[in-house]
Nanobody, 118 residues
Framework: QVQLVESGGGSVQAGGSLKLSCTASGYIFSTCVMAWYRQAPGKERGLVSRISSVGTTGYADSVKGRFTVSRDNAKNTLYLQMNSLQTEDTAVYYC????????????WGQGTQVTVSS
């Protein structure tokens, strides 16, 4: 049974930082592409970042230069370092796994809330 569990969300002031984690189980983590998505209230879920099994990364234009995606295959964990957070980054953040590099993705976590206040 595949499980993706996000953690690290919370509340932070604009300009601050958070680091999200997504711990995976039930499949061979190192072989799959991983991704972070987010959904703000009243908006559709959208891609934040993706990372292939060999470390190729991609980012949404809105987070380039501020967010960094990484993975630790030994720990079956995906990370998202978020710096210079803005109020517009407020959303539920989801991790996703496996599928094509550009999606769609097969497995999804339940999400973690990130709230950025001014």
């Amino acid at each position: 049974q595949v499980q993706l569990v996000e953690s690290g969300g919370g509340s932070v002031q604009a300009g601050g930082s958070l680091k999200l984690s997504c711990t995976a189980s039930g499949y061979i983590f190192s072989t799959c592409v991983m991704a972070w998505y987010r959904q703000a209230p009243g908006k559709e879920r959208g891609l934040v970042s993706r990372i292939s099994s060999v470390g190729t990364t991609g980012y949404a234009d809105s987070v380039k230069g501020r967010f960094t995606v990484s993975r630790d295959n030994a720990k079956n964990t995906l990370y998202l370092q978020m710096n210079s957070l803005q109020t517009e980054d407020t959303a539920v953040y989801y991790c996703a796994a496996c599928g094509n590099y550009y999606g769609p993705y097969t497995y999804w976590g339940q999400g973690t809330q990130v709230t950025v206040s001014s």
